[in-house]
């Protein structure tokens, strides 16, 4: 692969530097935050060899390349000045959710390889002992621990640097900020307080005495309120003694509030959720596990998945172990490669074969996205065969109380981060749970998968696409009229993956829906955005007016049919504003979807040319 020719193509395709805010990679994606995604050509992304997929979702424009994804990153970075970017300092319009999920994958991102390499540490050195190739008491297990200690211990030195590139403050301030909490003579202090039955004071003002060794909520907060005292501190302080005054006020106001407020109360939160973690596992151990088993899968595909891999690493640091975040996780990316791989033995593609086998291989050992974006969500099976397969090795996991007792990216390489505890039990049945998930979606997606792809498909399609409409066969029309696009054109995971099911979209030129089939209208939303229909021959349909519509909570749009009413081609549906919707800020493409294609042989699409109402644009085939 050609990294610099990958990293241009990418750069020029997502719409340039200047459209860029920012840019991290994690183990297989670019991570973009895009000033404006309209002008990121998605379309020409996912057909570019070398990019395995792309997704927008948690407020980041995510371009999947794979393990040569730090290659690409590196080109990249090397050929922009995105370091040194100002284009944080525009007004940021993504919803709080998305802010909030991308603020935590920035954070946790780039420090996910130094706290994986202390767990890994961490396993190797469960297996000498195991192994009884060294003792606890040698030098070597010695040097080996505080060598993997280092990455948990310091972590909030670590943490500080990629929040204060997130906050956009001073990475090296924020790390003073971070050593202040581990200081010898800090900690040295709280021992003695505690000791000694007293307290620690700083101007009168009471210091708790919390440790905050392998912490991670305090120093996330304090940086937070960095990013406001730092731009006060700049303001306030004159010209000429800026360069002293500056980060006195910062380190002075930051340190002591750290110390005093935020430190603790960061801590508190921490011990909360330990406990809440606790209340959960007394009563329904089981429940969380089998939900992250489940679902993780549909976690990665938003990137939401960011949103709890911070609890894992709280429960690690606060009670020493994870029964949740991790083990779910586990399960979940080894029913992936298991799903994976059983399509590999299935298909007779050659390329597609290859293409999977590679991909659950990656997947068992931890890294999903070539097996999932690549395999898993294409076939359906294969993703489906998944869920299943994580959320029953998930239920196993939560039943025996399975842990983890260090980090690592979650597959059959880290497995030995579950040897702990008074004996080898914890360890054997992390071993069994995996091998339940993995036979259980390899036994699912090797059943149920059928090759849809070989050497005369594509030839059949086009015979199928001239022929004219015959018994069998139902035709749909063009409810709109607009530009035919492909589904893979939408920019939404649910249409865009065909999730829903297959179809094609269309870009409307004039805001008027008539009735594709001749059928009954299955239900409208109050909103009007959406109609369900079903056609005389039981075809069901929907078509999904614009993007996120359904927040202008019917503005805009004018329905002329209810549930139940029969239609026939051409029949009025629904009229919409076409200027009022793009003019809120919508995305007008409209997806034509067919709900119950697994009842159909072929869904055969037209998607590349210009069609008025009532024209042919889909065949559906028994």
Not at 384 to 397: E, H, K, R
Not at 446 to 461: I, P, Q
Not at 558 to 587: H, Q, W
Not at 595 to 605: D, F, K, R, V
Request: aromatic content about 8%; some cysteine.
């Amino acid at each position: 692969m050609n990294y610099k020719s990958l990293a241009e193509e990418i750069l020029r395709l997502v719409g340039g530097e200047s459209n860029i805010a920012s840019l991290v990679h994690c183990a297989t994606r670019l991570r973009f935050t895009l000033k404006d995604e309209k002008k990121a050509d998605t379309a020409k992304l996912k057909q570019t060899k070398g990019i395995m997929g792309v997704v927008s979702s948690g407020g980041q424009y995510q371009v999947i390349i794979g393990s040569d994804v730090s290659h690409v990153f590196k080109e990249i970075m090397g050929m922009t000045k995105l370091e040194n970017s100002n284009a944080g300092e525009e007004k940021d319009n993504r919803k709080i959710a998305d802010k909030v999920i991308d603020t935590i994958s920035g954070i946790f991102t780039p420090v996910l390889p130094a706290i994986t390499a202390a767990g890994m540490l961490k396993a190797v050195l469960a297996i000498l002992i195991t192994t009884k190739l060294i003792t606890n008491d040698s030098q070597t297990y010695q040097v080996l621990n505080f060598m993997a200690d280092a990455g948990f211990y310091f972590l909030p030195i670590l943490l500080a640097n990629s929040a204060a590139k997130k906050f956009k403050v001073n990475p090296y301030m924020a790390m003073m900020i971070g050593g202040m909490l581990l200081h010898p003579t800090f900690t040295g202090m709280i021992t003695a307080a505690k000791e000694a039955g007293t307290g620690i004071a700083v101007f009168g003002m009471n210091i708790p005495l919390a440790s905050y060794g392998s912490s991670v909520i305090p120093i996330i907060l304090s940086v937070w309120l960095m990013s406001y005292v730092e731009p006060f501190a700049d303001k306030v302080s004159p010209k000429a003694v800026k360069f002293f005054l500056k980060p006195l006020i910062t380190a002075m106001v930051v340190g002591i509030a750290t110390l005093v407020v935020v430190g603790p109360l960061g801590y508190i939160i921490s011990d909360k959720v330990a406990v809440g973690i606790g209340a959960i596992e007394a009563r329904a151990s089981w429940l969380v596990p089998t939900i992250i088993g489940a679902l993780s899968p549909l976690l990665v595909m938003t990137g939401t998945h960011y949103g709890i891999i911070p609890i894992g690493i709280n429960n690690i640091m606060t009670l020493g172990y994870d029964t949740f975040v991790g083990p779910g996780m586990m399960v979940s990316n080894v029913a992936q490669g298991g799903a994976a791989l059983a399509i590999s033995l299935k298909t007779k593609d050659s390329e597609f074969k290859q293409l999977a086998s590679t991909a659950g291989i990656t997947g068992l050992c931890g890294i999903t996205e070539p097996a999932l974006y690549g395999v898993n969500l294409k076939t359906k099976i294969g993703l489906y065969a998944s869920i299943i397969g994580g959320g029953i090795g998930g239920l196993f996991f939560g039943i025996f109380g399975v842990a983890r007792y260090a980090t690592g990216s979650p597959g059959l390489l880290t497995l030995p981060v579950y040897i702990g505890g008074d004996s080898m039990s914890n360890f054997y049945y992390a071993c069994i749970g995996v091998v339940i998930s993995i036979v259980v979606a390899f036994i699912i997606a090797f059943a149920l998968y059928k090759d849809s792809v070989d050497e005369t498909v594509e030839e059949k399609k086009e015979e199928v696409k001239k022929a004219p409409a015959k018994e069998g066969m139902t035709v749909i029309c063009a409810p709109l009229t607009g530009e035919a696009v492909a589904l893979s054109e939408v920019n939404d995971l649910t249409f865009a993956e065909e999730i829903m099911g297959p179809g094609m979209a269309i870009i409307p030129t004039e805001g008027k829906v008539v009735s594709p089939v001749n059928g009954t209208v299955a239900m409208i939303f109050e909103t009007k955005h959406a109609i369900a229909l079903v056609d005389d021959n039981g075809t069901e349909l929907l078509i999904h007016v614009g993007l996120d519509t359904v927040k202008l909570g019917g503005k805009y749009f004018t329905a002329y049919v209810k549930a139940g009413d029969k239609v026939k081609v051409g029949s009025p549906l629904v009229d919409f504003d076409l200027n009022g919707i793009k003019g809120e800020g919508y995305d007008i493409i409209t997806p034509v979807i067919v709900t119950n294609n697994a009842e159909y042989s072929g869904i055969l699409p037209i998607n590349d040319r210009a069609v008025k109402m009532g024209e042919e644009v889909i065949k559906v085939v028994k």
